[in-house]
């Protein structure tokens, strides 16, 4: 972690006073941080991972950089490269075309939510065949295009590095709206990807994360609300605290802090369409095939691709939990609500003190739905207008508990700093 230099002079000579008094306030600070490293480590863990935090922590420290892995699968005559993104310099989009152009991959893997890209519902039914499924995960690249603003920058960098020499074609994008990516990749990898799959006979691009639909009901549904109190009020406390350190929004910190929580779900589910791609009969299996996916999981996926004992059938991922309940009771549809407002903040990290229609504006709209529905299954529709002011009002409590945290992060780090430079110094 680089510090920043403290601009004001410390006097030379300090009073033992002042030394003591800094280290007992480094001595508490410390202490905070034990207390919230081993409150971190108690709180819910799935408990069918097959992977501990600490592992999951390990892979995605020692893959800051990127990194890449190749499964082999004999029996089908097929090579799978996993390909992680960097969190310390980002892809460019020559790398990844150059890439591209040494795989030649007849199929291309991103790690994007297919409803939250495409604006739609994800139809899955447990009667139909799992291909019927994954034949709605792939698109054409003009469609996977996020933006025309985006294309324009992607191809600016490959014309000026001398990769392509003119864009002949004429590329029309046949996305539903602009995107804009805030999980696992960004918007020039996806771009990149769609733009040599669309000059390489229209390579098929499927978008391989699980779906929204189903990921944050999953979450939701999970966890208890003191659990997923306790996991916003960290995230964001350490998102202050690594004030300089990658990643930069809410989303990268909670998935650096609790990845057997979040980044699990995702796992399994890569690994069944895997599966049930390599044992598809109505489809030729691809030679070749790329997937990218966020830091860390090209050490993590193989785990769960690889062994019989770890793989899961896609109607047991995209099942969602009942709501959240203990012996005594089931949690309200106010408390779910509750529950919403921080995860909607967890992965909107854009999202800041305004009016009420601009947050609006913001929100997701998947989740407003989400709220209706719980509402009129549970007090009817007469309720449903109160709920979402409720939901408004809690999502403005959110965000100014989300800023106090990241301010106390911030003021903790610096009287760590100080307190180093202060015990530095003679007497």
Sequence with gaps: MQLRCVASR??????RNATTASKDLSKSTADAAVQDSERQHELFIAKDVPLSRESYQKYMEECRAGDSRVLNFPESN??????????????????VYKMLNRLKPSLIMLQVRPDQFLKSEVRFDPKDDEEAYIQQLMHSPEKVLPSWETYQRVKTDLLCSGILIGEQRSWKSEAEEDFSHRERLNEELIATASMWAARN????????????????PHVANSLSLHELREIFRLT???????????PVNLFGSMIRAFPDIFLYLTDRYIAAIVRAMLKSRARPIPESWVLFCGHGQTRSLPQYIAREDYTYKLSECMKVPERFS???????????????????????SHITVGKSEEIEQLLSKRNVEWIKREVIKDLGTDAVSSKLRLF????????????????????????EYKSVLLNKLPL
């Design 201 to 216: 006979q229209s390579t098929p691009i499927l978008l391989a994360d699980l779906p929204e639909q189903v990921y944050l």
């Design 326 to 348: 203990t012996i005594l009771r089931r949690e309200s549809v106010e408390m779910l609500i509750e529950k919403i407002a921080m995860l909607e903040l967890l992965h909107n």
């Design 78 to 95: 097929a090579d799978l490269h996993l390909v992680s993104v960097s969190t310390v310099a980002p892809f460019s989009a020559t790398d």
């Design 392 to 415: 408004m009002g809690l999502v403005n409590e959110c965000i100014e508990e989300r800023n106090r945290q990241i301010r106390l992060g911030v003021k903790r780090r610096s009287a």
């Design 236 to 246: 964001c406390n350490r998102r202050g605290y690594a004030e300089e350190d990658k």
């Design 10 to 15: 410390l006097t030379r000579f300090c009073s």
